[in-house]
């Protein structure tokens, strides 16, 4: 589901992760991008949620399974 709101609202998908610093930086440089290239730059910025997405499961299932990678 947060892959989904990925594409919509990169800084809420990625602030859903529990990356509140990184949240706030993306969302101060994602409202301006959008407004001067008209959505250019939004696929960049659903990639990086995507990768932060994906890094946090790896983390709670290396956690899960006791792992420290």
Do not use: D
């Not at 947060?2 to 998908?13: H, K, R, T």
């Not at 990184?22 to 991008?33: D, E, G, K, L, R």
């Not at 959505?39 to 956690?63: D, K, V």
């Amino acid at each position: 589901m947060n892959y989904v709101l990925a594409l919509f609202l990169p800084p809420l998908s990625i602030l859903l992760t529990g990356r509140i610093f990184t949240s706030i930086i993306v969302f101060v440089i994602w409202i301006p991008a959008i407004l001067f290239s008209g959505g250019l730059t939004h696929p960049m910025f659903i990639l990086l949620a995507w990768i932060l997405i994906y890094q946090s499961g790896e983390e709670r299932r290396a956690r899960r399974y006791g792992r420290e990678e």
